[in-house]
């Protein structure tokens, strides 16, 4: 399979948004699971239209001669509590058939690139506690565990 990144396109959307299922996985087992896949199309469609408006970046993966998107990665700029500007993965979503084909080091390695040539110093991003798949795959690529979000049930 022969993957490569590009800026997504106002073509891409339903592609993308197809992807906002994997959005979901790893999400406590006391959450609405459709209620988390609703917030993953939100989310990429939020982060969508802000590169219409300049306010972040969003690349997919694409395979074939088709141009199949089979990821998608959005990242733009985000204060963290400390006052420093960092960027921020909002999503990172691979299609069951493409993953462990590249796509995801090939997405994250885009929107480094992103922060870099916005002179940015870190790059961040959250993922579910059970979602150890992502958990070790980020973890492989050097990033570390920062903070640590507690719930309780009622």
Request: without cysteine.
């Amino acid at each position: 399979m022969e993957i490569r990144i590009r800026p997504a396109l106002e073509e891409d959307r339903q592609a993308v948004m197809a992807l906002a299922a994997r959005l979901a996985e790893g999400v406590a087992a006391w959450r609405d699971p459709e209620a988390a896949v609703d917030a993953g199309r939100q989310w990429l469609a939020g982060s969508l239209d802000a590169t219409r408006e300049r306010r972040g970046e969003v690349f997919v993966a694409v395979e074939g001669d088709e141009q199949r998107v089979v990821g998608v990665v959005s990242v733009n700029q985000q204060r963290h509590f400390t006052g420093v500007t960092d960027a921020y993965v909002g999503e990172l979503a691979v299609a069951p058939d493409a993953v462990r084909a590249g796509a995801g080091r090939r997405l994250m390695a885009a929107a480094e690139a992103w922060a870099r040539r916005q002179g940015l110093r870190h790059l961040t991003l959250e993922t579910g506690a059970a979602n150890t798949t992502a958990r070790r795959f980020y973890a492989a690529l050097g990033y570390r565990e920062e903070a640590v979000r507690l719930t309780r049930s009622l």
